[in-house]
């Protein structure tokens, strides 16, 4: 596999993983004690650490783009091992 293609998967595996660690350790200004100010939806972040979310998307990323490249260089899991036909008979 090409390095270029590999930094493309880790791109696309990154942003997904971004958008799954956003919720993570996420706590409200009601939760957190703290004041609102007048207008803020009550679900608006108290401690919103986007260098944090970065940092657990890039090393989620790497490790299931590491995966992807194991996989593809060793044949572990195959699309024939997928075949979700093939478990209703």
């Known amino acids: 596999m090409q390095w270029t293609s590999i930094l493309a998967i880790y791109f696309l595996i990154w942003v997904l993983s971004a958008f799954v660690m956003l919720p993570w350790g996420i706590r409200t200004h009601e939760e957190l004690g703290m004041e609102k100010v007048p207008g803020q939806a009550d679900s608006a972040p108290g401690n919103f650490r986007p260098w944090r979310v970065i940092v ?18 060793y044949r572990w899991i195959g699309v024939s091992d997928l075949d979700v036909t093939r478990l209703a008979s």
């Open 56 to 73: 657990r998307a890039s090393i989620l990323a790497a490790v299931l783009t590491g995966l992807f490249t194991l996989n593809y260089q």
